[in-house]
């Protein structure tokens, strides 16, 4: 089992910058890929970026790439998500999440089984 926190969102304005935190808990975080997602109100929850286990591959959606950079302290349990150059449209709920299997990277919410309740971004234009 793994439990995540987030922590960081707030309110911003257009060209800001936040860093987000997902404190892990559980003895396999260091084995699991971890993605954070976000969802916009009235649309689907989509990958912003993720990273596997070891942190040596990443993933980032075409609308983040250049702008956030995702990271990971296996010593401390820690995921971050630095957000730079923010607009209005990153405005969102952002999750941090933990893939169901060990050693792997998901790119579909469906390979992430385990969930934070989420940290609330919002960019004023």
């Known amino acids: 089992q793994v439990q995540l926190v987030e922590s960081g969102g707030g309110l911003v304005q257009a060209g800001d910058s936040l860093r987000l935190s997902c404190a892990a808990s559980?003895?396999?975080?260091?084995?699991?890929?971890m993605g954070w997602f976000r969802q916009a109100p009235g649309k689907e929850r989509e990958l912003a970026a993720a990273?596997?286990?070891?942190?040596?591959?990443?993933y980032y959606a075409d609308s983040v790439k250049g702008r956030f950079t995702i990271s990971r302290d296996n010593a401390k349990n820690t995921v971050y998500l630095q957000m730079n150059s923010l607009k209005p449209e990153d405005t969102a709920v952002y999750y941090c999440?933990?893939?169901?299997?060990?050693?792997?990277?998901?790119?579909?919410?469906?390979?992430?089984?385990?969930w934070g309740r989420g940290t609330q971004v919002t960019v004023s234009s």
């Open positions: 559980g003895r396999t975080f260091s084995s699991r890929g």
């Open positions: 990273i596997k286990w070891s942190g040596g591959s990443t």
């Open positions: 999440a933990a893939d169901r299997r060990l050693y792997s990277l998901g790119v579909t919410a469906g390979e992430y089984d385990y």
